[in-house]
């Protein structure tokens, strides 16, 4: 599957939409993305892993530094659409305590804070 990448304003926040395997070869134009919206000011961010099948480490140290950068500025970040094979990463390195998950974006939304 071909990694893509989506950026859309939602209501308060913005919703970074992934598509194909986060790993070394991908996960730096996520970095990146993610990046350049917390820079252009969001404050909350929701990045959709539904298209997302596999996560390496470098996967999650991108939504780990992004947490931290959002939070730094006072800001949030949600999961949404985490399928299995990812939340067994989220959850063995125990990063789901940290970030919240939910099921769909829908949901991320409503339950972040307003910016």
Same mark, same amino acid.
């Given at each position: 599957? $071909? ?6 304003? $939602?209501? =308060? *926040?913005?919703? /970074? $939409? /992934? #598509? *194909? !395997? ?8 996520l970095r990146e993305r993610?990046?350049? &919206?917390v820079e252009g000011g969001t404050r909350?961010? /929701?990045? !959709? ?9 470098? *996967?999650?140290? #991108?939504?780990?530094? =992004? ?6 500025? !006072?800001?949030?970040?949600?999961? =949404?659409?985490?399928?299995?094979? &990812?939340?067994?990463?989220?959850? %063995? ?5 940290? %970030? #919240? %998950?939910?099921?769909?974006?829908? !949901? #991320? $939304?409503? =339950? +972040?804070?307003? +910016?």
């Amino acid at each position: 599957m $071909e990694f893509t990448l989506s950026t859309r304003r $939602e209501g =308060a *926040g913005t919703v /970074v $939409e /992934v #598509a *194909g !395997d986060l790993d070394m070869s991908t996960t730096p134009r996520l970095r990146e993305r993610l990046r350049e &919206v917390v820079e252009g000011g969001t404050r909350v961010v /929701v990045v !959709d892993l539904t298209g997302v099948g596999f996560m390496d480490s470098s *996967g999650l140290g #991108a939504l780990v530094v =992004a947490y931290r950068e959002l939070r730094e500025r !006072d800001g949030w970040l949600g999961l =949404a659409g985490v399928r299995r094979s &990812v939340r067994t990463v989220l959850s %063995i390195t125990s990063v789901d305590q940290v %970030i #919240a %998950i939910f099921d769909t974006v829908r !949901d #991320a $939304e409503a =339950a +972040a804070p307003v +910016a």
